[in-house]
């Protein structure tokens, strides 16, 4: 198995009880990464950072709206001011809504988008420059298996929308 010894990974939407994120983060704490823990679930956050810490890993939570840039800015100044550096970001924070196109309005349409496209968006501009300050860095964007063969599988036509915008980002 791969080692992260002290690496800084960012984990969005690593707060869920069960969702990816926090497996992603389990798996590379255990590979010596330092982590962070973000999502907008503040109690989730806590959970997965008492977890790696009781784990023997090492880890700080932030609540992070990844819809916004503010606290986007303010997660990679946190990071920094805690660890001094960000070696790799791993978009996971994600939602998904079954609906069908029918019943679908703009405002779910631009809800998927803002979290699952424009999120990525914010989170990976923020970390380029300490990334390019310090020559090194890795960025991770999940996408799905809808974004390449359509809707139906984990939510809606915007959802598959979403997630291969994700994959030509």
């Known amino acids: 198995m791969f080692r992260l010894d002290d690496q800084v990974a960012i984990i969005t939407g690593s707060g869920s009880p069960k969702g990816i994120g926090k497996e992603i983060a389990l798996t590379f704490a255990k590979q010596g990464a330092k982590l962070v823990i973000a999502d907008l679930n503040k109690k989730g956050v806590d959970e997965v950072v008492n977890e790696i810490e009781n784990q023997g890993g090492v880890a700080f939570g932030i609540e992070l709206d990844v819809t916004n840039k503010v606290s986007v800015d303010n997660m990679i100044e946190s990071v920094m001011d805690h660890y001094g550096k960000i070696d790799i970001l791993v978009n996971n924070a994600g939602i998904s809504q079954k609906v069908t196109v029918e019943d679908m309005t703009l405002t779910d349409m631009q809800?998927?988008?803002?979290?699952?496209?424009?999120?990525?968006?914010?989170?990976?501009?923020?970390?380029?420059?300490?990334?390019?300050?310090?020559?090194?860095?890795?960025?991770?964007?999940?996408?799905?298996?809808?974004?390449?063969?359509?809707?139906?599988?984990?939510g809606g036509a915007h959802y598959s929308a979403s997630k291969a915008a994700v994959l030509g980002f």
């Open 111 to 154: 809800k998927i988008f803002t979290v699952n496209m424009f999120g990525l968006f914010l989170t990976t501009q923020a970390v380029l420059k300490p990334m390019k300050a310090q020559n090194y860095g890795r960025i991770v964007s999940l996408s799905s298996v809808s974004g390449k063969r359509g809707g139906g599988v984990f």
